[in-house]
C-alpha cells in the first residue's frame, strides 16, 4: 500500500501538542484547584518520559547520519518543547498559585516567611537536611560529579579560596532524593493558613552555612535529563532478566538531553553546566519556578482541602450481570460474555475471578501476561498463591516495560521461587497483549474461561483509565487465547487464531484489509465508515489506508487522546476526516475499532484491542485483537466507548491539518457534554 502524496504531521510535535491539551486542564475554572496544580505536575512527568525517550531517539536519528531527522527538526521540536514549558510555569506562576493563596494555600519563599517559620526553617535544617548535604568544591582532585538522571542539585560559585588557599569557586550540593519536596509548615506558626516550603528553598536559604569561611556570590538549582530507554542485544544474551537488570544500575547515567536551571542562574553557572554535560545552547531550559515541578504532587497529597479536589468516584459493580457473591466461572458459562467498562465500572470482577481461581480446587491451570502489573499487585500475589496451592501457572512478564522494568524483574523472580513457569515473550518484541486464561476440569472434560482487556493487569490505575475488560468462556475465543499463550512460551510456528488477531502476525494485514474494503465500499457508492478510538496513530501504512477511503468518500471519525501524525481536513485528501481528543478526569486508554463496509449485518466488524495503530505496536509487539460478536455487547461498545465521545463538547479538541488543536466547547456553556461525566452518572444511576 503506497502512501498517498501528503505530508505527515511530526510525531514529537504531536506528543507536545497532547501535552498542551492536558495543561490546558490546568486553566479550566470548572476544575477543582488542587486537580489544576496536578495537570500542571503530569505535563512535567510527560515532559520528563518526552526528552528521556522520544527526543533522545530524534537526536540518535539526527546523529546517525540518515538525514531522517535534520538539525532544523531538532530545532523545530526544541523550540515547541521550549514555548510549552514557558506556558506551563505562567500558568503555574500566574494563574494557579495565586489562586491557591486566595484558598489560605501558599508555598512561602524565604522572603515571605515570619522570623517565627524562619526559626523553625533553621531547626528543620540542622536536623533533617544537613546531615544528608555533601557539598563538592571542584578541583583536580575533586572533578565534576556524575549527576544522575532527573536529580536535582545546586551549583554555587563561591568567594574567596578554600582553606588550603586555592582558588576553586565552583561547588556542587547533591538535594537528597530521600527528603521530601516539600514541607508543611506547623499550624501553630501558620497564622491560619496552609503553608508550605520546599526543601530547595531550605536549602537555599542556608547556602552560606554549608561553606564557612567563604560567600556564595551566585548559585542555582540544576536538573539534567538523560537518555532513559533501557536497550539491550537479544539475540546476543543467555540471560535476558539478569542483562535488563544490570542495564538499571547504568540508566540514570546515559547522554543527556536537557538541562533545567532556575531562571536567575548566571550566564557563567549555565555555560559552565553546558559544557559539563556536552550540551548546546538549546538544550538549557530557564523556568520561572521550582524545577522538577512533578514533585509538587507532595503538596496536592498534604493539603487539606478536599473542596479544592475532585470529589472521589467509587466505580460501581456490574451487579445485573454479575451477581455479587456468585461464581463469576458459573455466571460465564451458563450466561455468556460480560464487558466491563473501567473505571465506570469496578476491576474488582477480575480480582475476584481469579481469586476464585486460585481457591477452586477444579481448576488446573492459569496462564497470565504481566505488563504493567505495579510493585505491589493483588493478581500478581494471586498468581505466587496458585503456583503454591499446585496448579499450573505461567506468567508472561514483560520485563522490558519502560520504566516498570525493575517491577517486573521482581515479580519474575517471585514467581519463579514457587515454581511458577515464567517466560519473557518472543525474542524482540514486547508482550503488550492483556491476557488471562483459566483452564478448570468440569464432568471430566476440560473448560476454559477468558479475560481480555485494553489495558494493564493493574487495579490501581482501572479507578482512572478508562479500559474495556471482556469476560468470556467462548470455547473458540478461550482457545485462541491458550494458542497464543503456548507460541509465546514454546516458540512454535505461528498459526492463525481463528478469532483473535495477533500482531505482529496478522493484525496490521487485517487492519489494512478492512481500511481496503471501507474503501471499495465508498466506491461503489455504499455506506462505508470507520471509527477508532486510540491512543496514538503514527503508522504511516494504516494511515494510508484511512486517508484512500476517505478519498473514496468514507466517512471517518478518529479519536485519539495522543499523538497523531494525520493531518485531518486538508481539501481533497483529508477532508472527510475528522479526529478528535478527549482530555478530561480519566485518562483515555481504550482501543476501539468499528468498520462498516457495506448494508448487511456481515459487512461490519468491531474490535477491542491493546493496540495502537503506530508500527512499534503492529509490528514489533505481542498484541491481541478480538471481536465483539454478540450484538447487545457490540451496541453497548458503540453507545459507550463511541457515540459518547463524538458528541462531547466539554472534554473535547478538534485536531487540524497543521496539527494544532482547538477545544470544541466550553466549560462556561451549561449546555456542553462531558463523555465521561455522562458515563459516570449512568453507571452510577443504574
Known amino acids: 500500500m503506497t502512501l498517498p502524496d501528503v505530508q505527515l504531521l511530526n510525531r514529537e510535535n504531536a506528543i507536545l501538542e497532547f501535552n498542551r491539551r492536558v495543561l490546558a486542564q490546568a486553566q479550566r475554572t470548572d476544575v477543582p484547584l488542587l486537580e489544576r496544580l496536578r495537570y500542571i505536575c503530569i505535563v512535567s512527568s510527560n515532559l520528563d518520559e518526552f526528552f528521556e525517550v522520544r527526543f533522545a531517539d530524534m537526536l540518535d536519528v539526527q546523529r546517525d547520519g540518515s538525514g531522517l531527522v535534520t538539525p532544523r527538526d531538532v530545532e523545530r521540536v526544541g523550540r515547541a518543547a521550549h514555548d510549552l514549558i514557558d506556558l506551563q510555569y505562567g500558568i503555574f506562576n500566574d494563574q494557579v498559585m495565586p489562586a491557591l493563596r486566595d484558598h489560605n494555600i501558599q508555598i512561602l519563599n524565604h522572603a515571605d516567611r515570619t522570623d517565627e517559620i524562619r526559626a523553625w526553617v533553621a531547626k528543620f535544617f540542622e536536623r533533617e537536611v544537613r546531615p544528608l548535604l555533601v557539598p563538592v568544591g571542584l578541583d583536580p582532585a575533586h ?7 532527573k536529580s536535582l542539585h545546586f551549583i554555587a560559585r563561591l568567594s574567596g579560596k578554600d582553606a588550603l588557599g586555592r582558588d576553586n569557586r565552583i561547588a556542587i550540593v547533591k538535594v537528597p532524593r530521600v527528603l521530601p519536596r516539600v514541607i508543611k509548615v506547623p499550624a501553630a506558626i501558620s497564622g491560619g493558613k496552609q503553608s508550605f516550603v520546599l526543601l530547595t528553598s531550605v536549602i537555599r536559604a542556608h547556602l552560606d552555612e554549608l561553606f564557612p569561611g567563604r560567600h556564595v556570590e551566585a548559585f542555582s538549582q540544576f536538573r539534567v535529563t538523560r537518555d532513559s530507554d533501557l536497550e539491550v542485544d537479544e539475540e546476543e544474551i543467555a540471560n535476558l532478566r539478569h542483562a535488563l537488570r544490570s542495564g538499571l544500575t547504568t540508566r540514570h547515567f546515559g547522554r543527556a538531553v536537557r ?14 553546566l553546558l559544557e559539563q554535560f556536552d550540551l548546546p545552547e538549546a538544550a538549557l531550559y530557564r523556568v520561572n519556578g521550582p524545577v522538577n515541578l512533578v514533585r509538587l504532587n507532595e ?52 480480582v475476584q475471578m481469579l481469586r476464585e481461581a486460585v481457591e477452586d480446587p477444579d481448576v488446573l491451570a492459569i496462564k497470565q501476561t504481566i505488563y504493567r502489573t505495579g510493585s505491589q499487585s ?8 496458585a503456583a503454591r496451592r499446585g496448579k499450573e501457572v505461567l506468567a508472561v512478564v514483560e520485563l522490558k516495560a519502560r520504566f516498570d522494568e525493575e517491577a517486573n524483574i521482581n515479580w519474575a ?15 524482540g518484541l514486547k508482550t503488550h497483549a492483556k491476557l488471562m486464561l483459566i483452564t478448570r476440569r468440569e464432568g471430566g472434560k476440560l473448560r476454559r474461561y477468558g479475560h481480555l482487556s485494553t489495558g494493564n493487569y493493574n487495579p490501581k490505575t482501572a479507578r482512572f483509565y478508562t479500559d474495556l475488560g471482556y469476560l468470556t468462556a467462548d470455547p473458540e475465543m478461550t482457545a485462541d487465547m491458550d494458542l497464543i499463550f503456548r507460541q509465546l512460551a514454546s516458540l512454535s510456528k505461528f ?38 478510538k486510540i491512543n496514538a496513530l503514527t503508522d504511516a501504512e494504516l494511515i494510508a489506508g484511512l486517508i484512500r477511503a476517505a478519498q473514496a468518500g468514507a466517512r471517518i471519525d478518529l479519536i485519539v487522546r495522543g499523538a497523531c501524525m494525520l493531518p485531518p481536513g486538508l481539501p481533497g485528501v483529508s477532508d472527510n476526516i475528522l479526529v478528535r481528543s478527549v482530555v478530561g478526569r480519566f485518562l483515555e486508554h481504550s482501543r476501539i475499532f468499528y468498520f462498516r463496509w457495506g448494508k448487511a449485518e456481515d459487512q461490519e466488524a468491531l474490535y477491542l484491542s491493546s493496540a495502537d495503530w503506530m508500527s512499534r ?59 465521561q461525566q455522562a458515563l459516570a452518572r449512568m453507571y452510577h444511576d443504574e
Not at 538541562?259 to 559552565?272: A, I, K, M, Q, Y
Not at 493478581?379 to 498463591?385: G, M, N, S, V
Request: charged share 25%.
Open 143 to 149: 572533578p565534576f560529579p556524575q549527576v544522575a538522571n
Open 259 to 272: 538541562l533545567e536551571v532556575v531562571n536567575t542562574c548566571p550566564e557563567e553557572l549555565s555555560r559552565f
Open 299 to 350: 503538596l496536592i497529597d498534604q493539603t487539606d482541602a478536599d473542596e479544592l479536589r475532585f470529589q472521589p468516584y467509587e466505580p460501581s459493580w456490574p451487579s445485573g450481570r454479575l451477581p455479587r457473591g456468585k461464581s463469576i466461572l458459573e455466571k460465564l458459562k451458563n450466561k455468556g460474555d460480560v464487558m466491563l467498562h473501567h473505571p465506570f465500572e469496578s476491576f474488582d470482577p477480575v
Open 378 to 385: 493483588v493478581l500478581a500475589d494471586l498468581l505466587i498463591d
Open 413 to 427: 523472580e517471585r514467581l519463579e521461587a514457587v515454581g511458577a513457569q515464567v517466560v519473557y515473550g518472543i525474542v
Open 495 to 532: 498459526k492463525a487464531p481463528k478469532k483473535l488477531l495477533l500482531a505482529p502476525f496478522n493484525l496490521h494485514r487485517t487492519m489494512c484489509e478492512l481500511l481496503t474494503q471501507v474503501e471499495e465500499s465508498a466506491q461503489r457508492g455504499e455506506p462505508a465508515r470507520v471509527v477508532l
Open 617 to 675: 505496536n503492529m509490528l514489533r509487539r505481542i498484541e491481541v485483537a478480538w471481536p465483539v460478536t454478540d450484538p447487545k455487547l457490540r451496541q453497548r461498545v458503540v453507545d459507550e466507548g463511541l457515540v459518547p465521545y463524538l458528541h462531547d463538547t466539554r472534554d473535547a479538541w478538534q485536531l487540524g491539518p497543521d496539527g494544532t488543536s482547538q477545544r470544541i466547547g466550553s466549560e462556561d456553556d451549561p449546555a456542553s457534554i462531558s463523555a
